[in-house]
Structures are given as C-alpha cells and as structure tokens.
C-alpha cells in the first residue's frame, strides 16, 4: 500500500504541476481550475489514497462500478462526479452518491434526475454535455446533446426540482471538424457557456480536458479537467 501511495503521489505532483503550467501559461490563477480524477475500474483503496493525498473531486462512469465504491468511501470528504452515459433505469442509483451529474443531454433523464432528487431529498448538479461532433438536432457517438439543444436542456434543468444547472461538459470529439483539434473544440464550447451565462448567471462550470489535453482545456478557460490515467495510470484491459 505504501508503494501504491507513493506511485499516486508522484502522479498527483506532476499532474499539479501540469495544471500549474497550464494556468500560468493562460494568465490564469491555479485555483480556477478544479481537479477531478477519474477512478473508473480502479478499487476504492485508490480512492481512499487519493483522499488521503488531498484529492477532494472524483468520476465514475458506470453505476454498477461506482455505487459500491461510494458506499466504501461514503466517510471520506469527497465530491463524486458521474460522467458517463447515464440509463434512466440506473438514476435512482446514481442520485444516491453523486453530487453531480456532467453526462446530462435529453429530456427524459432530466425528468428521471428531478424525480430522484426530490424522492431522495437531495440537490444534485448537473451539466449539460455537449456533443461538438453532431449536427444542430443529433446527439454524439459518446453522448450529448448538439449545440442546437443546449438551451432547451438547460432551462430543463434549471426548472426542475432537486436539480441545479452547473454548466456545460465535452470530450474531444474523434470525427467532425474538431476532430484533432481540441483546443479549437475547447474554446467553441467556452463560447458556448459564455451563451448559456446570459440567461444562467450560475451555470460557470465548464468541464473539459482529459490526461492527453488539459493543457489545451486550460488555456481555452475550464474550471475543471477530468484526468484518470495520468494520475491512476494505464488501465487494465477488460477480459
């Protein structure tokens, strides 16, 4: 274990001083950008590492991983962020760990996400995922609504009881005309949260940037980047 702790320290630091560089470099303050490490397919000793090493916002990406985990660390001091693509029929599950929600792109999981929060009693944040490779009315290959919809959605939420709209969410598209491009990706969708502020003041989260492209996330202006890998290292293939 202390051989896990030291490999998680060394990672944290150059990750920090990853970011450090980054905001330094975009003129910007090392407190406007939020780490969240995603702990997807790694244990809840991890986790409890992580904690121990200052790490205060963790993702998942799939219920059945995450539920458990979240109950094992359900004592420590951490914000726990679901970012995956999110089935109505697991909502109930979700909204009894996370705090908030970043993969929200249809109306029908808004209504479940609202339905949940009030029956648990609870305020869950939400962003909108934006989906920068699909057309003004599709939705991408990974998840989100297209540009086109943000607005809608995003009164949805802001409407809806047990739910507060945060902001907006991507991931670097693979096909389209960002494709490659992640900093031009990062910076169309600071364009678009700067759209949504106008009529959501509060809705100043914007996540983006993954191990690869959190440099590029930071100079565009994201509060929070999302790292697995680099802090957690190379995943074990499944099967």
């Keep these: 274990m202390t051989d896990r702790k030291d490999e998680l320290a060394g990672n944290l630091a150059k990750v920090e001083e990853r970011i450090a560089r980054a905001c330094a470099a975009a003129g910007r303050k090392r407190e406007e950008v939020t780490l969240i490490v995603v702990t997807k397919t ?26 458990p985990k979240a109950a094992t660390c359900s004592d420590l001091s951490l914000s726990w962020h679901f970012v995956g693509q999110l089935q ?28 949940e929060a009030v ?8 962003l909108v995922q934006v989906a920068l490779d699909a057309g003004d009315s599709a939705r991408g290959d990974r998840g989100g609504v297209a540009p086109g919809g943000i607005r809608e959605l995003a009164d ?59 440099e590029e996330a930071v100079a565009a202006g994201a509060t929070h980047v999302r790292v697995g890998t680099a802090v957690l290292g190379v995943r074990p293939r499944l099967g």
Aim: glycine share 8%.
């Design 42 to 67: 790694y244990p809840a000793s991890d986790v409890r590492i992580l904690s121990q090493l200052g790490v205060r916002h963790v993702a998942e990406n799939k219920d059945q991983d995450a539920a």
């Design 88 to 115: 109505t029929n697991k909502v109930r599950s979700v909204v009894g760990y996370a705090d908030f929600v970043q993969s929200v792109d249809r109306a029908r999981l808004v209504t479940a996400l609202s339905k």
């Design 119 to 126: 029956r648990a009693g609870r305020e869950v944040g939400c």
């Design 156 to 214: 949805l939420v802001a409407g809806s009881p047990g739910l507060r709209l945060d902001g907006l969410m991507t991931v670097a598209p693979l096909t389209g005309e960002y494709a490659g491009r992640q900093r031009a990706a990062f910076e169309r969708l600071m364009d678009l949260s700067t759209d949504l502020r106008r009529a959501h003041p509060a809705a100043n989260m914007v996540s983006a940037g993954m191990s690869a492209d959190l």
